[in-house]
Structures are given as structure tokens and as C-alpha cells.
């Protein structure tokens, strides 16, 4: 607060949207980066998924506010990954059933 001249408030609203956004935790009387999680896999026959938050540049494309979640999606044999606003998408995978 001291070197950058802000007031408490302004410091209390900073830390509450990057704990909205995921970025730290506060739980009791501290305060801390989070961790990365691991992530499990699910397989889907054909390609990766997973969630992150989405950039200035997605947020402004997709119209979505911040702290929602992209999902981005890579399919088997393609270079380019697609995303989605996690909010707007449901994501649907065809299981083919050999017999």
C-alpha cells in the first residue's frame, strides 16, 4: 500500500478479484499463490480438454465477464486448439460402440 500509494481498500478489492480468479487463497489470517493442481484425465476417444482462465483478448471476443473459465479443446490429429466460454458450451463426446 506504502510504495504503491493505494488505499486499503483498493489493496482489499485487488486480492478478492484474484481469489475470484483463482490466483490465491485466503484462508484465515494469510494469504497465498495457489498451488497448480494436478489434473486427471478423462478419456474422450480423440482428443484433450481442460479449463483455464480466459485472457483480456478471449474475454473481450466472447463477451464473457472476468473469472469465467475457456475451455480448450485439442483434437487427435489437429495443431490448432479451439476455445470455448465454459458458461455458453455444454460438450458433448459421440462414443462409438463396436460390437
Given amino acids: 500500500m506504502d510504495e ?18 483463482g490466483l490465491i487463497v485466503m484462508d484465515g ?11 486427471s484425465a478423462v478419456p474422450l476417444g480423440g ?12 474475454r473481450l471476443q466472447f463477451g464473457i465477464d472476468e473469472g ?3 475451455l480448450v479443446v485439442k ?6 486448439e479451439e476455445i470455448y466460454p465454459a458458461d455458453q458450451v455444454q460438450i458433448q463426446v ?6
Avoid at 489470517?29 to 489434473?39: A, D, F, H, I, L
Avoid at 483434437?75 to 490448432?80: A, H, I, Y
Avoid at 459421440?94 to 460390437?99: F, N, P
Fill in 29 to 39: 489470517p494469510g494469504t497465498r499463490v495457489r498451488g497448480q493442481t494436478v489434473r
Fill in 75 to 80: 483434437r487427435d490429429g489437429q495443431d490448432e
Fill in 68 to 70: 469465467v473459465p475457456v
Fill in 47 to 58: 482428443g484433450e480438454i481442460h479449463a483455464r482462465l480466459a485472457t483480456e483478448e478471449e
Fill in 4 to 21: 504503491y500509494y493505494l488505499s486499503r481498500g483498493t489493496v482489499r478489492r485487488a486480492m478478492l478479484t484474484l481469489c475470484n480468479e
Fill in 94 to 99: 459421440e462414443i462409438e460402440v463396436r460390437t
